[in-house]
């Protein structure tokens, strides 16, 4: 009997190890793709004293939305939606940072660089899309939110400053180097 329950434990043992060892770990959807933005972000940057190529900061917008798409509740999904934006903007595309800035700015108000989106939606209003209204309501919203922050001068600023002509700021700017 005793040498039975040896047999027994020792072939249920080699059963456990047989199966661990062949069980190899799949990846989830989610870590491939966040495993294959990882690359294309390598590939996107890696050489810094040429132009991003258009296609591929496409593409890279593309996989940072379909994260955060499928998988919202994810940290990563504010971090990737504030990339994506950044992307836009720089391929002159902002509408569509525009809306991921807003999507950060609905769903995850506790993300780190919650303030510099709003700062960022006023900025693109102002100097891309020429929507002095919505660039104010941004500029005074970051401003009453965020009054000790360190782009909250510059938003000041940008608000002393929206709206006016060149010709009209070289007048003010001649005025304070005059003080």
Do not use: W
Not at 9 to 14: H, Q
Not at 88 to 97: C, F, G, K, L, W
Not at 144 to 157: G, I, K, M, V, W
Request: contains cysteine.
């Amino acid at each position: 009997m005793k040498n039975l329950l040896k047999n027994g434990l020792f072939l249920m043992l080699a059963f456990v190890a047989l199966c661990v060892s062949s069980c190899k770990h799949e990846k989830t959807e989610q870590e491939t793709l966040r495993d294959e933005i990882t690359a294309k972000e390598t590939e996107l940057y890696k050489d810094k004293t040429e132009a991003i190529d258009k296609d591929k900061a496409i593409e890279m917008v593309r996989l940072y939305a379909e994260y955060a798409d499928k998988f919202a509740e994810d940290t990563l999904a504010p971090e990737y939606l504030f990339r994506a934006a950044e992307i836009s903007e720089n391929a002159n595309q902002p509408n569509n940072a525009i809306t991921y800035l807003t999507r950060i700015e609905e769903n995850y108000k506790d993300y780190r660089n919650y303030p510099l989106c709003i700062f960022k939606k006023a900025y693109i209003y102002e100097n891309h899309l020429k929507n002095q209204e919505k660039a104010r309501q941004y500029y005074e919203k970051f401003i009453a939110d965020y009054p000790n922050h360190e782009l909250a001068e510059a938003a000041n600023s940008s608000l002393m400053f929206l709206g006016m002509s060149d010709e009209d700021l070289i007048k003010v700017l001649e005025q304070f180097s005059k003080q």
